[in-house]
């Protein structure tokens, strides 16, 4: 791997990590250095007061501080640089010694870490890769660091369509036969595109063929550069089912059967949304020359923070290590975990509410070159009668499960590696709850007649009561008190207590 020029002199290097693996060199030569400082008294007067807790040690609020952060990363966050730790920019030391050992294990010719996201980590890909004034063809399901930061380059921009998967699945993603039939064109007509930007994996779950569409970007014109953003797949690569479809396991196959490879090719890897990194945690990899690799180093200096986090930088070495080691048992676990959920969605009677979306969960069209990320699980709510930030709102308070995504009726679990079988046991508790607390509840609104208590609380008096037809007055005056704040309540006549239907806020666990 041909490494970036530095004018470090080689006897500057940073403090070198003790020896752990079996040949005499460390595995995580980053985590040890940054650990070997973080057990030094060390007094600074450059910068960082918090480090070590010095400002804090007399502080009423110190307790605060130690609870949220540990005493351990207070001792680890450092202002250290340079010849004392290592070189941000121009690392000699152990920084470069993690980076050359990431860039082995995904298959890059060069990695870069950064501590302030894949936002900054795209817009330094691009800095590298397109220049003022050149072509780019944008799969415009790209994130919004990619348009904003080619608005910022002075490129000539256009963008391939998107497309639905389809009528009953609510996720989009890049038109890749159309990208390509564009990418040809342009070729044949002598005005070729310089930079394609691929979104290879998506946020919903949805991957790209990357080894047929680098394969027809290299065989139309060599000499296009290319961005992945591979954000949400930065695991797939330990793994045989996950790996094939990925940006660098493609390349490797384009090398060994001496087919034309892009110029340059850039890769992006959110660590932290699938690997036990820190957030924040970047991979950036590089697949070109010296002189790409020196346009990059570059790119990074212009848009990275001089004052990179090392604990977040350490977390990448440790994540890369963990991801070699046991990151196939872990994703085998994940692959296993969102079959059962898929299972239990359409087996199990008292889920009968949700339904998970896509032909068995899976994209099966090989002519929309894209396929199923099989960790992830687009679940439909409809059948509930809440919405689906409703539902998340609840999982949330009341079973202390987070969900991020919402789209239409449909709500995504994303089953990545620190998710065990005793979380998918919680999950599918939750569901089976709430499925029998508002379908009752729904079932009778929409029905007009109820065989429940209809109680507002408060004041906790009846709006409706068995046997009682509900109008649409009612139904206002439901409408009404929800979006007031009051809780709606549902009772079966025999008297037994059934579960809160909550409005906003959200019923506490337990009240009755």
């Known amino acids: 791997m041909t490494e970036p020029t530095s004018s470090t002199p080689a006897s500057e290097e940073g403090p070198q990590a003790p020896p752990a693996g079996r040949h005499g060199a460390s595995r995580t030569p980053l985590a040890d250095a940054v650990l070997a400082v973080s057990r030094r008294d060390i007094a600074s007067f450059h910068a960082l007061p918090l480090s070590h807790g010095r400002s804090i040690r007399d502080s009423r609020i110190r307790e605060s501080y130690e609870a949220l952060f540990g005493t351990a990363q207070l001792a680890a966050d450092v202002s250290y640089s340079g010849t004392m730790l290592d070189s941000f920019f121009r690392p000699r030391g152990p920084l470069r010694q993690a980076q050359r050992l990431a860039a082995n294990s995904f298959g890059a010719d060069a990695t870069f870490f950064l501590s302030t996201g894949t936002s900054t980590a795209n817009r330094v890909a691009l800095t590298a890769l397109a220049r003022p004034g050149s072509r780019v063809l944008s799969d415009r399901s790209c994130h919004q660091s990619v348009h904003f930061a ?16 389809c009528a009953t699945c609510p996720r989009t993603f890049g038109d890749l036969p159309r990208l390509l039939d564009m990418f040809r064109a342009a070729v044949a007509e002598g005005r070729p595109y310089d930079t394609v930007v691929l979104s290879a994996v998506s946020y919903d779950g949805v991957r790209y063929d990357l080894p047929t569409v680098l ?25 045989p089912r996950l790996r094939p479809l990925t940006a660098l396991h493609a390349v490797e196959a384009l090398r060994d059967s001496g087919s034309p490879l892009p110029l340059s090719m850039a890769v992006t890897h959110s660590a932290h949304k699938s690997m036990s990194a820190l ?64 299972t239990e969605l359409a087996t199990d009677p008292r889920l009968s509410a949700y339904r998970a979306l896509g032909p ?42 987070y969900v991020a995504r919402e789209s239409g009726d ?35 609104l929409a029905q007009g007649t109820t065989d429940h208590f209809i109680i507002a609380y408060p004041p906790g008096i009846p709006i409706a009561v068995p046997g009682e037809r509900l109008c649409d007055r009612t139904l206002s005056e ?31 666990a337990g009240r009755k």
């Open 360 to 401: 068995d969960g899976h994209l099966t069209d090989p002519a929309l070159l894209v396929s199923d990320d099989p960790t992830r699980v687009l679940v439909d709510i409809s059948a509930l009668g809440i919405t689906a930030a409703d539902f998340r709102r609840i999982l949330f308070d009341e079973y202390a499960l």
């Open 279 to 342: 957030r924040q945690g970047s991979y950036l990899h590089l697949v070109g020359d010296s002189e790409a690799q020196e346009r990059t180093a570059q790119a990074l200096f212009q848009h990275h923070t001089t004052s990179p986090s090392w604990p977040v930088l350490a977390s990448l070495d440790l994540a890369r290590l963990q991801a070699e080691t046991e990151g196939e048992q872990l994703l085998e676990r994940s692959l296993s975990l969102a079959g059962t959920l898929r």
């Open 478 to 508: 439901i409408g009404a008190l929800r979006s007031s704040g009051c809780e709606i309540y549902t009772l079966r006549q025999s008297g037994a207590v059934g579960t809160a239907v909550p409005s906003t806020p959200a019923v506490p």
């Open 410 to 444: 449909a709500v995504l679990f994303h089953v990545h590696i620190g998710v065990d079988e005793a979380t998918l046991l919680r999950l599918l508790e939750a569901l089976r709850t709430i499925q029998r607390t508002y379908r009752t509840s729904s079932a009778a």
């Open 150 to 165: 080619l608005g910022a380059l002075g490129v000539d921009v256009t963008y391939a369509p998107m497309q639905k998967c």
């Open 215 to 239: 394969t027809e970007l290299a065989a139309a014109h060599p000499a296009v550069s290319v961005l992945v953003d591979e954000a949400w797949g930065a695991v797939h690569r330990f793994h």
